[in-house]
T-cell receptor, first 116, second 117 residues
């Protein structure tokens, strides 16, 4: 009963390094999302995808790229990490249900990322 | 633009007390959806409830109840007879129908609830 799985769970990077966060869901959900959570800020949407091969910008997309080559996977990339990107990153997915829109999102356990 | 305000940042109660978490939202859309999520100390986000803008009926689930009032743009969450396990950060979130069926969420900043034994 995996649901949404994020890897890695923790990572420390140096400024300027690159890395990719992986999100995998086994619920056959159409929609996937990447959020970041910072103290006192709630969760903010970085990028999202409405289907395989499609991505779109959210509220705070700068400094991040995403790809959705397979329906079950959604990758978040940091090309040149900056200390401002220190955060907890959450991936989520939601279902496409005919005539019943805006289904609840199911979240992964988060990735804690520190940029030194 | 849509906005969710959770004015309370931290609440501390003693076990068995009732507690209400406030949520006020702003939207120009006539069709929208409201959600509550719980984030316990372990860090995961747990879905609690989804309510659409056409359904103003209050909902009760065990010790949890939700009061949706369109007239005041509020969707408040009450925990009756609180327990230590209710200690968590609670997020209210809004999704507009106008964004399509992909349910992008705008979150409030969260309320940290501490329940003391």
């Amino acid at each position: 009963n995996a649901g949404v799985t994020q890897t890695p769970k923790f990572r420390v990077l140096k400024t300027g390094q690159s890395m990719t966060l992986l999100c995998a869901q086994d619920m056959n959900h159409e929609y996937m999302y990447w959020y970041r959570q910072d103290p006192g800020m709630g969760l903010r949407l970085i990028h999202y995808s409405v289907g395989e091969g499609t991505t779109a910008k959210g509220e705070v997309p700068d400094g991040y790229n995403v790809s959705r080559l397979k329906k079950q996977n959604f990758l978040l990339g940091l090309e040149s990490a900056a200390p401002s990107q220190t955060s907890v990153y959450f991936c989520a997915s939601s279902a496409l249900v005919p005539r019943i829109s805006n289904q609840p999102q199911h979240f992964g356990d988060g990735t804690r990322l520190s940029i030194l | 633009a849509q906005k969710v305000t959770q004015a309370q940042t931290e609440i501390s109660v003693v076990e068995k007390e009732d507690v209400t978490l406030d949520c006020v939202y702003e939207t120009r859309d006539t069709t929208y959806y409201l959600f509550w999520y719980k984030q316990p100390p372990s860090g995961e986000l747990v879905f609690l409830i989804r309510r659409n803008s056409f359904d103003e009926q209050n909902e009760i689930s065990g010790r949890y109840s939700w009061n949706f009032q369109k007239s005041t743009s509020s969707f408040n969450f009450t925990i009756t007879a609180s327990q230590v396990v209710d200690s968590a950060v609670y997020f209210c979130a809004l999704s507009e129908r106008g964004t399509g069926a992909n349910s992008k969420l705008t979150f409030g900043k969260g309320i940290t609830l501490s329940v003391r034994p």
